[in-house]
């Protein structure tokens, strides 16, 4: 399986509770913090969720 690196690059505040919780799930809480995960299914359907509010990169 893939690996992608995730970025918060705008705050989840003043965005709806779902979004906020989503940031949460995926691991971020704060500003410019980044987390490796795996590429699956669920993963990828979150960051589609919250993709204006992050960056993606893949990882070799």
Known sequence: M????ITQVK????RPERQKKTLKALGLTKLHATK???ATPQ?????G???HLIKI????
């Open 36 to 38: 490796e995960v795996e």
């Open 2 to 5: 893939t690996k992608i690196k």
């Open 11 to 14: 705050s989840g505040i003043d």
């Open 49 to 51: 969720k919250v993709s």
């Open 43 to 47: 993963v990828l359907g979150m960051v």
């Open 57 to 60: 990169e893949e990882v070799l």
